[in-house]
């Protein structure tokens, strides 16, 4: 999202030429028209994916917090813009209410109200949350997690599967395991890590239990 003063002066750097704000704002409206009947395609194109990513940001609008709400899978990637962040936006939406499969989320709370959907955790928030607990904290138990999910996510990354094959999934939980044997003694005594592998999408997951 760009201010139009901003893109104004983007437009002046490139080309030279200076549009009026009506001119943008016109622009802006006949692009709002164009995508009308996109969005209700998008929408349920959404609705027959496997998996799909949700998420939320904020957006201030005429001085007044706002929340973009952003569904993505394959391709598609569909932003809403709403006043509330929780289930009464989400129920606007219409997305999540009329999807059964699974969706892939930053553990929000609002969510996990949708029991008719399968859930995972979004692997970019959980490094984050990670991060910033090595980062602040130091936690060893932080350290543990944050080296199995980037393995996870290397060995993805390295394969021509989508999926963690079986010789895969022993090496991470090999690892998991010296891990967790060099931490015990120091930091806990029941801490588990098992890897599994989705059933819907076919990724793998992490279950912690304490």
């Known amino acids: 999202m760009v201010a139009l003063n901003h893109v104004q002066k983007l437009i002046k750097l490139m080309m030279d030429v200076t549009l009026a704000e009506a001119s943008?704002?016109?622009?802006?409206?006949?692009?709002?028209?164009a995508l009308k009947q996109w969005e209700v395609s998008a929408k349920e194109a959404l609705l027959k994916m496997p998996a799909m990513k949700v998420d939320e940001t904020s957006l201030i609008v005429d001085k007044k917090n706002h929340w973009i709400h952003v569904y993505s899978a394959g391709d598609i990637t569909l932003k809403c813009l709403d006043r509330e962040r929780g289930i009464k936006a989400i129920n606007a939406i219409k997305i999540v209410p009329r999807y059964g499969d699974m969706i892939i989320h930053d553990c929000c709370a609002s969510y996990f109200s949708y029991q008719h959907c399968g859930h995972d955790l979004c692997g970019s928030h959980l490094m984050r949350e990670l991060t910033f607990v090595v980062e602040s904290n130091g936690y060893a138990q932080a350290i543990c997690i944050l080296s199995i999910v980037f393995l996870c996510s290397g060995q993805i990354l390295s394969s021509s599967n989508i999926a963690l094959t079986i010789t895969h999934q022993r090496v991470l939980i090999g690892h998991?395991?010296?891990?967790?044997?060099?931490?015990?003694?120091?930091?806990?005594?029941?801490?588990?890590?098992?890897?599994k592998t989705s059933p819907k999408i076919n990724r793998p997951y992490l279950i912690l239990n304490y």
């Open 24 to 33: 943008l704002l016109k622009f802006v409206w006949r692009l709002h028209q």
């Open 176 to 195: 998991s395991n010296l891990v967790l044997f060099i931490f015990e003694d120091v930091t806990y005594t029941k801490f588990l890590i098992k890897l």
